[in-house]
């Protein structure tokens, strides 16, 4: 699944996701959204099996508007953990 993460400062108009915007991401092949921030900046997270992340720009700018200063991240890593590697204290004792 591809993810790009978009970071942009924090204005007085926030990202909007009127059904026109879902539109557009639909279209793009966004099937998921994350919006984070603090006081100064924000990030919205954009998922999709059928998403191309040549397409960040164009799906940012659907969400965000045209805005100076956005930043695309594509991931480097990504991967799941699973707690059935770490032994419970019960095996851990039965190896002594």
């Known amino acids: 699944m591809a993810m ?3 970071l942009l400062p924090v204005s007085d108009d926030e990202p909007s996701l009127q059904p ?8 793009l092949g966004v099937t998921s959204i994350a919006f984070l921030r603090d006081s ?4 919205l997270v954009l998922e999709g099996w059928a998403f191309d992340p040549r397409d960040a720009h164009q799906a940012a700018s659907a969400v965000a508007g045209m ?15 699973s707690p059935a590697a770490i032994p419970t204290a019960d095996q851990a004792e039965g190896e002594e």
Do not use: I, K, N
Request: hydrophobic share 55%; charged share 20%; no cysteine.
């Open 20 to 27: 026109s915007t879902l539109d557009e991401l639909a279209r």
């Open 4 to 6: 790009v993460v978009v």
């Open 40 to 43: 100064s900046l924000a990030a």
């Open 67 to 81: 805005r100076e200063g956005l930043r695309m991240l594509q991931p480097v890593v990504q991967m799941a953990v």
